[in-house]
C-alpha cells in the first residue's frame, strides 16, 4: 500500500473524498435546471460562510482573478486607494492597481506584524480623496490575521470601501463580511473551501455598488454587472467550471452541516495545537498575530529550512510549504485549513519532530507530539 501522504501547504489544500467522487460523475450541461440548482445551492451557501446577505459572485480563475475584479469594477483611472503590505498577497494588490493606473498610499507592515487599526484611522485622514482600503484577513505569506473588524470600524465611517482578501483565511480565522463592514470579499477554492483550485469570488455590498456604477476603469470578463444580470436566472456569464461548482456545492454543505463557527473552532484548535507543538520542540512561531489557517515557524539557526521541507515530503509524506521571498530559507509553513484534520495535523507534527531529530535538532522526543495532543487529541 502506498505510504500515506499529508499536504499541509496553504493551498492547494486536501480535497476530501466524498468532494472528490462527486466531481468525478459525468459532466452535465450548464444551462439546465438541473446545474442551476446547483449553482444556486453552492452561491447562497458559501454566502453562510462569508456570512452575507448580498450579492456573491462565482469566477473562473484563481484567486488572483478576483483581486483584480475588486479593482476594475469600482475604480477609475487615476484614484487613489489604500493598501496595506504586510506580505506578499497585500503586496499583489498595489501590483495590480498599478497595472491599472491607479495610485496607491501604501501602508508598510513588517512582515510577521498585523497593521494597526489607528494607522489606518490616520492615513484615510490624511487622504480624505482615497476610494478605497485594499487589505488582507490571513496574510499566507508570514502566516497573520489581520484584526479585519476592528479596521472595518473605521473604514465604515469613511467614503472609501473596504476590500478584504479572506482566500486564505476564510473558514479558519474568523469573518463576518456584513457585521464587520466588508464591501468586497475575495476568496477563492483551493483553501479553507478544500476543492481544487479554478474558482474565484467576490462579496458586493451595496456601497460597493454604488462606486460600480461610477468605475470607468476597463473591464470585460470579470465585470460584476454581467455576473449579477447572469444571476438573476441563476447563471454565469461565461461557461461555468461546472465540475469544481458541483464540489463546492458538496464542499459547502459539509461545511454548513457542521456549522461554519464549528469549522472555524476546528481549525483554530489545529492551529493552537501546532503552535504549542512547536513550542514544546523548542522552535518558534513567526508571526506576532498567528493565523488560524496556517502557521510560520523559525527554522532554526543554521539549519535550511529547503533541507527540511525536502526530507519531511520524501522520508515522511509530508508536503510544508517554504517561506515566500525574504523569508526564502527562513521560515517554514504547515496550513490548518480546508479538508487538513486533527490526524494530518497529529501525523506532521510527528514528522516534523522526527526529520528534525535527524537533521541533529537537539529536541525532547515527542515533546512536540504530546503537547499537541494535549488539546486536540
Ligand atoms: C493564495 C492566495 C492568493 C493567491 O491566489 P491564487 O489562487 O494563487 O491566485 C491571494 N491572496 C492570499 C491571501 C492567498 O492566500
Not at 499536504?7 to 462527486?22: A, F, S
Not at 457585521?179 to 483550485?197: N, R
Amino acid at each position: 500500500m502506498a505510504k500515506k501522504s499529508y499536504l499541509m501547504t496553504p493551498g492547494p489544500t486536501p480535497v476530501p473524498e466524498d468532494i472528490r467522487n462527486e466531481m468525478a460523475k459525468p459532466i452535465i450541461h450548464h444551462r439546465t435546471k438541473e446545474y442551476q440548482t446547483i449553482f444556486k445551492d453552492a452561491t447562497e451557501g458559501l454566502k453562510k460562510i462569508f456570512k452575507t446577505k448580498g450579492d456573491l459572485f462565482t469566477f473562473t480563475s484563481s484567486g488572483t482573478g478576483a483581486m483584480e475584479a475588486s479593482i476594475v469594477n469600482v475604480l477609475s483611472p487615476g484614484d487613489k486607494i489604500i493598501v496595506v503590505r504586510g506580505g506578499k498577497f497585500g503586496e499583489r494588490f498595489g501590483d495590480i492597481a498599478k497595472a491599472y493606473g491607479v495610485n496607491t498610499v501604501n501602508i508598510d507592515v513588517e512582515w510577521g506584524s498585523a497593521p494597526s487599526p489607528v494607522i489606518i484611522k490616520e492615513t484615510l485622514k490624511a487622504n480624505p480623496d482615497v476610494k478605497g482600503v485594499y487589505t488582507t484577513l490571513c496574510e499566507t505569506s508570514t502566516a497573520t490575521v489581520f484584526d479585519i473588524k476592528t479596521i472595518g470600524e473605521v473604514v465604515r465611517a469613511t467614503n472609501a470601501l473596504f476590500v478584504v482578501d479572506t482566500i486564505s483565511g476564510l473558514g479558519a480565522d474568523d469573518f463576518l463580511n456584513d457585521e464587520w463592514g466588508v464591501d468586497i470579499a475575495i476568496c477563492g477554492s483551493q483553501k479553507g473551501l478544500m476543492i481544487p483550485p479554478g474558482l474565484a469570488f467576490c462579496s458586493v455590498s451595496e456601497k460597493a455598488w454604488r462606486a460600480v456604477e461610477t468605475s470607468k476603469l476597463p473591464k470585460f470578463y470579470f465585470n460584476f454587472k454581467k455576473y449579477k444580470k447572469a444571476y438573476i436566472d441563476t447563471d454565469t456569464p461565461f461557461t461555468s467550471a461546472i465540475t469544481l461548482v458541483i464540489g463546492l456545492k458538496k464542499a459547502v454543505e459539509t461545511i454548513n452541516s457542521k456549522g461554519v463557527d464549528n469549522v472555524i473552532a476546528e481549525h483554530q484548535s489545529q492551529a493552537r495545537a501546532f503552535r504549542e507543538a512547536v513550542k514544546a520542540i523548542g522552535l518558534s512561531v513567526f508571526s506576532k498575530s498567528p493565523s488560524s489557517a496556517v502557521t510560520g515557524v523559525n527554522t532554526p539557526e543554521g539549519m535550511d529550512a529547503d533541507a527540511l521541507i525536502k526530507l519531511l515530503k520524501t522520508e515522511y509524506g509530508v508536503t510544508f510549504a517554504g517561506g515566500q521571498e525574504n523569508l526564502k530559507g527562513k521560515v517554514f509553513r504547515c496550513a490548518h485549513m480546508g479538508g487538513i484534520d486533527k490526524e494530518h495535523t497529529l501525523e506532521s507534527i510527528k514528522a516534523l519532530e522526527e526529520a528534525l531529530l535527524k537533521m541533529g535538532w537537539k529536541c525532547k522526543s515527542c515533546a512536540g507530539f504530546d503537547a499537541a495532543k494535549k488539546i486536540i487529541g
